[in-house]
């Protein structure tokens, strides 16, 4: 079955310090969307990236597609920044509608 | 910008209740979803529909069914609750043809 893999699984940083988040994925993708959890539970969409670079404010996401991985950088993070991130995916070979979700980073921005 | 709507935040209900969730989109979206979420094992599939009465079972059906007679409502069902349905349960919706998904604030559903 698909394989989404992200890591760490937790990460507590103080504010202000960047980071990096990993997802390898299983097999070749035609979607890939990366979500941020905040605390009160709503999934927000950051980016959907399922090759190249892209960049909103803070936040980063790069994809390399012919690796099987995308990371998403924060930088300066803030305590908002706190929550669940996950990566999610689409393979490049399913008929289906629906993406697969890893178990995402479980990230504490502390002040 | 897009809006998903979820009938409750927060639900407690007892064990063999019929339990009904609401999901209502309003961007005319032909794809919805209903998601469950538990610690440790990420976001699971149960049911999508990519029309109007049309559905498709997930990765973890089994004790739910869903119903859309409308293209902006989609029911989650919980025939006769169980406790291992607790658990936070998540609508999501997608045009046709796109790839952006879209979540709704989600349900937080306790049975007892």
């Known amino acids: 079955g698909i394989q989404v893999e992200q890591s760490p699984p937790d990460l507590i940083l103080q504010e202000g310090a960047n980071s990096t988040l990993r997802c390898n994925f299983s097999d070749s993708v035609n979607n890939l969307q990366w979500f941020h959890q905040n605390p009160w539970g709503q999934l927000i969409n950051l980016f959907y990236i399922p090759s190249g670079t892209k960049q909103n404010g803070r936040l980063s996401a790069t994809t390399v597609a012919t690796e099987r991985y995308s990371l998403l950088y924060i930088s300066s993070s803030q305590t908002t920044d706190s929550g669940v991130y996950f990566c999610?995916?689409?393979?490049?070979?399913?008929?289906?509608?629906?993406?697969?979700f890893g178990k995402g980073t479980s990230l504490l921005v502390t002040p | 910008d897009v809006k998903v709507t979820q009938s409750s935040r927060y639900l407690v209900k007892r064990t063999g209740e019929k339990v009904f969730l609401e999901c209502v989109q309003d961007?005319?979206?032909?794809?919805m979803f209903w998601y469950r979420q538990d610690p440790g094992l990420g976001l699971r599939l149960i049911y999508f529909s990519y029309d109007v009465k049309m559905k498709e079972k997930g990765d973890i059906p089994e004790g739910y069914s869903v119903s859309r007679e409308k293209k902006e409502r989609f029911s989650l069902i919980l025939e006769s609750a169980s406790t291992n349905q607790t658990s936070m349960y998540l609508c999501?919706?997608?045009?046709?043809?796109?790839?952006?998904?879209?979540f709704g604030p989600g349900t937080r559903l306790t049975v007892t």
């Open positions: 999610a995916v689409k393979l490049d070979g399913n008929s289906g509608y629906a993406l697969n």
């Open positions: 961007m005319d979206h032909e794809n």
């Open positions: 999501a919706s997608r045009a046709g043809g796109a790839y952006e998904q879209y």
